[in-house]
């Protein structure tokens, strides 16, 4: 479910501050300055108490779930690049370009130092990193298993009601096996979905 839906990510229970928005998405800036986990807290909710979100009824599923999934990324041949955005050609590590332009007709050869640079056509990227591997990426409920779960869906439940007073925490714990430094804040690899859900005047 793409948005704007007004059920959105907050960073305090309150739903006064929106989980930061980048390349029209919200975003959470997952940063590793080494071999490390992780965990953020962030809320599911809505601040307009006359709202409510649904299970869509075709959905075979009884309940509405957010799901860790990952963003198709895959390096093409003579498309436009611009600065800021991120590729993943397929070789276990991913790539940050660093100045906009026109994608070569091959692949280049890519570096797999982190900070190295390589030209792509007219673009140029820099190695930003091992790629990020959703087996790394780990959502729960609760506070008590947010550093022993391996769930990849929180379930949560069948209608979530408008209202600070009915925001849902959620943790998500990110683990780097690798010691490069990595972040996915400009053009983000992996993110959250909904299933089929609708939204609508709370009844």
């Not at 601040?47 to 799901?67: G, Q, Y």
């Not at 993943?88 to 890519?110: A, D, L």
């Not at 930003?128 to 990849?152: C, P, Y």
């Not at 600070?164 to 990110?174: I, Q």
Request: aromatic letters at 10%; charged letters at 15%.
């Amino acid at each position: 479910m793409s948005y704007p839906l007004k059920f959105k990510f907050y960073v305090d229970e309150e739903l006064a501050q929106e989980v930061q928005w980048r390349n029209g998405f919200p975003t959470l800036p997952i940063a590793y300055k080494d071999a490390e986990t992780v965990i953020y807290k962030f809320y599911v909710g809505c601040r307009d108490m006359s709202r409510e979100l649904a299970v869509d009824s075709s959905n075979p599923d009884t309940n509405i779930k957010l799901m860790l999934a990952e963003a198709a990324q895959a390096w093409q041949a003579n498309v436009a690049v611009t600065a800021g955005s991120m590729v993943q050609p397929g070789n276990g590590f991913m790539y940050r370009c660093i100045s906009s332009g026109i994608s070569g007709s091959t692949q280049p050869v890519w570096p797999t130092v982190h900070g190295q640079g390589v030209a792509d056509g007219t673009v140029r990227y820099v190695c930003a990193g091992v790629a990020w591997d959703i087996s790394n990426m780990f959502l729960s409920q609760s506070e008590e298993f947010a550093t022993t779960s391996t769930a990849k869906v929180a379930n949560l439940g069948p209608v979530l009601d408008g209202g600070a007073e009915f925001a849902v925490p959620l943790w998500l714990r990110a683990v780097n096996p690798n010691t490069s430094s990595q972040n996915d804040n400009n053009a983000p690899i992996m993110h959250l979905a909904w299933n089929k859900v609708i939204e609508r005047e709370n009844i």
